[in-house]
């Protein structure tokens, strides 16, 4: 789960365009400078781009925080 936190904050780092960015698993877009809805589409492609998985909009809308996007991607990784 370490290697997932560490590529998703060079994710978010490049989506946000802040190399100052860390990341939490409380973390929500509220804590975060520019994370409107338009920037949350962006980010999410950058994660499916990056990790090489697809993620469901029903998936997208019931993720809470950070820490629950780390395990979805884990989750996804593993089954791949």
């Known amino acids: 789960m370490k290697d997932v936190r560490l590529e998703l904050t060079s994710v978010f780092r490049n989506v946000f365009d802040d190399e100052s960015l860390v990341l939490r698993d409380d973390m929500t877009a509220k804590d975060v ?5 338009l920037t949350h589409v962006d980010l999410m492609v950058a994660v499916e781009k990056h990790f090489r998985i697809k993620v469901t909009t029903r998936e997208v809308v ?5 820490g629950e996007l780390v395990q979805l991607v884990e989750r996804k990784r593993t089954a791949q």
């Open 33 to 37: 400078r520019g994370w409107d809805s």
């Open 62 to 66: 019931s993720m809470k925080n950070v």
